[in-house]
């Protein structure tokens, strides 16, 4: 497999209907939205999407969610000691820094894709680890096209936890949804990273790949299925390791607006949006869905 030689851009336009695509744990499990009204995403939940996307297809992934895990292994700490190759750091042993970089990289997919900290303290019978490796994928925060509509809805639950002679009474909580919205989000790798950590070009297509169908296999109750969906995914190819143009001049290059004299109640994507592009001379996005 070929090391990526040339840099790469892109960018992903979702929508959201009914679910909660985000929540903020800090307001009650609202929608993230900005003090603008625009609604977010934050790039730590995009990247969890993508490892998930990445598992699925394969992939081996080092920072794996507890529902989603395909191991025993109940900490990260665990997983790394597992490896033989990493096993003599945690012993004591003599290695560098590089050294132990190199082998989680070539271990795992997320690793050499978005960068890791292994921070570990020494065990009672072995070392501390701290080495750190920047990734050459670097994820925005998604942000609305929009100010978003947040919808509340208070729910009970009418079952008891615990036994007991009398039924409790119920429990009230809250539920919060966006009721629509379309989000962009927008990307990058650097050539230089991914020489350092091994990224290939087959990797790179594994991302657009996992961008393509970021909320396949993603159902919970705050985002029932068909309730997230991706429109288009536009990857950016550049000539060169630096790029013929800067990742912000790329990414500009993407407007996504409301059409004209839309209407403002029951909105759609393919009705109601369009995405234009400003051509840059020499550089040409694949479009995905392909056209």
């Given at each position: 497999m070929s090391i990526l030689d040339h840099k790469i851009d892109f960018a992903v336009?979702?929508?959201?209907?009914?679910?909660?695509?985000?929540?903020?744990?800090?307001?009650?499990?609202?929608?993230?939205?900005n003090y603008d009204g625009y609604g977010e995403i934050s790039d730590v939940?995009?990247?969890?999407?993508?490892?998930?996307?990445?598992?699925?297809?394969?992939?081996?992934?080092?920072v794996q969610s507890n529902d989603r895990k395909l191991d025993s292994f109940s900490s990260l700490r665990e997983r790394a000691d597992a490896n033989p190759e990493l096993e003599k750091f945690f012993k004591g042993k003599e290695g560098s820094s590089d050294e132990?970089?190199?082998?989680?990289?070539?271990?795992?997919?997320?690793?050499?894709?978005?960068?890791q900290v292994f921070a570990f303290?020494?065990?009672?019978?072995?070392?501390?680890?701290?080495?750190?490796?920047?990734g050459p994928v670097s994820i925005h925060t998604a942000t609305s096209v929009d100010p978003i509509d947040i919808t509340s809805m208070q729910i009970t639950k009418s079952v008891n936890s615990e036994p007991g002679k009398e039924r409790g009474s119920?429990?009230?909580?809250?539920?919060h949804r966006v009721d629509f919205?379309?989000?962009?989000f927008k990307g990058s790798i650097n050539t230089q990273l991914a020489e350092k950590t091994g990224f290939t070009y087959e990797d790179a297509e594994k991302i657009r790949e996992a961008l393509q169908t970021l909320f396949e296999n993603d159902v919970s109750?705050?985002?029932?299925?068909?309730?997230?969906?991706?429109?288009?995914?536009?990857?950016?190819?550049?000539?060169?390791?630096?790029?013929?143009y800067s990742s912000a001049k790329v990414h500009r290059s993407l407007k996504v607006r409301l059409k004209e004299n839309a209407d403002e109640l029951n909105?759609?994507?393919?009705?109601?949006?369009?995405?234009?592009?400003?051509?840059?001379?020499?550089?040409?996005p694949r479009e995905y869905p392909e056209l």
């Open positions: 336009v979702l929508s959201v209907t009914k679910a909660n695509p985000n929540g903020d744990p800090l307001n009650g499990n609202r929608p993230r939205q939940a995009l990247k969890r999407k993508i490892r998930n996307r990445l598992q699925d297809m394969g992939a081996s992934i080092f132990f970089a190199s082998i989680a990289c070539r271990e795992w997919m997320d690793v050499r894709s978005f960068g303290k020494a065990a009672s019978k072995g070392a501390g680890v701290s080495v750190g490796v920047r119920d429990t009230m909580g809250m539920k919205g379309v989000y962009v109750s705050a985002r029932p299925d068909g309730s997230m969906e991706v429109h288009k995914v536009y990857w950016w190819e550049h000539h060169s390791k630096l790029g013929q909105r759609s994507f393919d009705d109601h949006y369009e995405c234009i592009l400003t051509p840059l001379e020499g550089l040409v």
